[in-house]
């Protein structure tokens, strides 16, 4: 899911003049084998009402009522690898140059996260326009999973801080408003307990407490994971 964390005025002002607009994964140099799953990734397209772009969106509905899987088939992947064929087709497109727009995991290791003197986020001095929390895993208990693949290294602090934390603290209220409790994943069931104590201290659980959220570590482990447990079992 992509959540905006500032105005549309930036996306839209590098978007331009074109009919298509389409970001590009970004990816680090250690992680460019994952090229073969799409240069482009669908979390943001932008189009306007005109001749090119109507007919770029008739040919994508085509392609992806024919064949839309989660696996790499030839040259289809999804609803993603059909980008990869955009730029040569459609001379109006533009691919965003703008950092901020669909920042997302895979593309952590070349992006700084900071707060401005009017604390508003900025990604490489940019703003941070919308962030695509792909693999964000909540479970019963109050325990979160914040990338379910490390794309090779951990978030940082400051991710985690100026991006993820305001996200969660808006799905806890959401949550609480609506009466919406955590079940499942959507690709597997809830961790077992015992696994996430022998995670401990490696940066892939969360835990909500009174009025935040705390990394699983060696130190708390101990009292974080019976509270889960407690958790689970009155919300069953």
């Not at 899987?69 to 690898?81: N, P």
């Not at 479970?139 to 979160?144: E, K, M, N, R, Y």
């Not at 999973?145 to 799905?171: F, G, W």
Request: with cysteine.
């Amino acid at each position: 899911m992509c959540v905006f964390f500032d105005s549309l005025d930036s996306l839209l002002l590098d978007m331009q003049q074109a009919s298509v607009y389409i970001t590009e994964h970004r990816f680090p140099p250690h992680l460019q084998h994952l090229l073969v799953y799409g240069r482009f990734n669908v979390g943001i397209i932008g189009v306007t009402r005109c001749p090119q772009a109507l007919d770029c969106l008739w040919h994508y509905r085509k392609q992806c009522l024919e064949w839309c899987y989660d696996r790499l088939e030839g040259d289809r992947f999804g609803d993603q690898k059909y980008l990869d064929a955009w730029p040569a087709l459609y001379s109006l497109l533009k691919i965003a140059q703008h950092p901020g727009v669909n920042a997302a995991p895979w593309n952590k290791d070349v992006s700084e996260y900071t707060r401005d003197a009017e604390g508003l986020v900025r990604l490489n001095g940019q703003p941070l326009v919308c962030y695509h929390f792909q693999g964000l895993r909540v479970f019963p208990g109050g325990l979160v999973m914040p990338q379910a693949i490390d794309y090779d290294s951990r978030l940082s602090d400051a991710l985690m801080n100026l991006v993820y934390m305001p996200y969660l603290h808006l799905l806890q209220q959401a949550a609480e408003t609506c009466g919406l409790r955590a079940s499942s994943l959507r690709y597997a069931a809830a961790p077992r307990l015992l696994s996430v104590f022998r995670s401990r201290g490696r940066g892939r659980y969360w835990v909500q407490t009174i009025r935040s959220w705390a990394a699983l570590t060696v130190a708390n482990a101990w009292l974080l994971v019976p509270l889960i447990a407690v958790r689970r079992l009155f919300r069953q």
